[in-house]
């Protein structure tokens, strides 16, 4: 059974930093393509970053863009978001994603992935 667990959330000042995390379990880790989503209150859930299978190619959300970091460790089978300079806008429930298919492309599609996680709230005051 496919697992996906998030953590490092939490309550930060505008400027600060966060990494989240996504443990991952129950298939195989290495050969998929992993993503990172948002949905703030009110509002739809958005790309925020993915990450190819060999970590070869990664793409950002223009908001994110030169601010946040995506990583993943096959070894340890967990995806990884490094938040820097986080602004009040970022406050969301974030969510990590595992694609549909192996072997994929990165892709900013919500229907890419049929694999989440529960969410870990991050909230950034001014």
């Known amino acids: 059974q496919v697992q996906l667990v998030e953590s490092g959330g939490g309550s930060v000042q505008a400027g600060g930093s966060l990494r989240l995390s996504c443990a991952a379990s129950?298939?195989?880790?290495?050969?998929?393509?992993l993503a990172w989503f948002r949905q703030a209150p009110g509002k739809e859930r958005e790309f925020v970053s993915t990450?190819?299978?060999?970590?070869?190619?990664?793409n950002y959300a223009h908001s994110v863009k030169d601010r946040f970091t995506i990583s993943r460790d096959n070894a340890k089978e967990t995806l990884y978001l490094q938040m820097n300079s986080l602004k009040p806008e970022d406050t969301a429930v974030y969510y990590c994603?595992?694609?549909?298919?192996?072997?994929?492309?990165?892709?900013?599609?919500?229907?890419?992935?049929?694999?989440w996680g529960q969410g870990t709230q991050v909230t950034v005051s001014s």
């Open positions: 994603a595992a694609a549909r298919f192996t072997y994929t492309g990165p892709s900013t599609a919500l229907d890419h992935y049929n694999s």
């Open positions: 990450i190819t299978w060999n970590s070869d190619n990664t």
């Open positions: 129950g298939f195989h880790f290495r050969m998929y393509t």
